[in-house]
């Protein structure tokens, strides 16, 4: 039997907003603007269809001090991060307020969305065995959690409308990626798709 899973990566206020910090440090957050209609249609489909949404945010460990800890290569990566952005209970860590009706939420601290994260431990409770992947930015969270995901065995369905990046170009290429191992399809065709099988 197939159970899916409705993964959102990412669409939190300090990554996809323009008054996140991310834009504020000059990468173009108006990019993301474009998927959010098709990820809310996603939303009202997967409650239709009982289909769990799960999204996953990155977030900043802080010490007692509020200083960042923990970064490893986003310290090179994203250095604004040590001052700013992404710190739990914030508005920036929120997710964006067009997203709602998400059944769990997963904090992810690294590059992962599955190493020290609860993610691994909701699909097994809940019996997944194939992820539906949206989110920002398509080559880095999204193509990260896609090989994981292949490398755990998980079915994978990659939503073309669904997932965008700071450069167009960077998601253009990792969209060839993400076909050797995903179904790449739009969110429109995968319904389609979807409700054809459990009509048969």
């Keep these: 039997m197939i159970n899916s899973a409705f993964i959102i990566l990412d669409l939190q206020n300090d990554i996809c907003s323009i008054d996140g910090v991310f834009h504020k440090n000059g990468l173009d957050a108006n990019l993301s603007s474009k998927i959010i209609p098709h990820i809310i249609d996603m939303i009202c489909f997967c409650k239709k269809q009982n289909i769990p949404v799960i999204a996953v945010q990155m977030s900043v460990l802080e010490n007692v001090s509020k200083q960042a800890i923990g970064l490893g290569v986003y310290k090179k990566m994203i250095p604004f991060l040590e001052k700013e952005g992404l710190r739990d209970n914030s508005w920036g860590h929120d997710l964006l307020e067009e997203i709602k009706n998400v059944d769990y939420k997963i904090k992810r601290w690294t590059m992962s969305a599955f190493y020290h994260t609860e993610l691994a431990r909701h699909l097994s409770a809940l019996r997944v065995n194939k992820l539906i992947l949206s989110g920002f930015t398509t080559n880095g969270i999204v193509e990260t959690t896609a090989r994981e995901a292949a490398s755990?065995?998980?079915?994978?369905?990659?939503?073309?409308?669904?997932?965008?990046?700071?450069?167009?170009?960077?998601?253009?290429?990792?969209?060839?990626?993400?076909?050797?191992?995903?179904?790449?399809?739009?969110?429109?065709?995968f319904q389609e798709n979807f409700e054809k099988e459990n009509f048969k």
């Design 152 to 189: 755990r065995n998980y079915q994978l369905v990659t939503l073309s409308d669904c997932i965008s990046s700071y450069s167009e170009k960077m998601h253009l290429a990792s969209l060839i990626n993400l076909n050797n191992f995903s179904n790449v399809l739009s969110s429109k065709k």
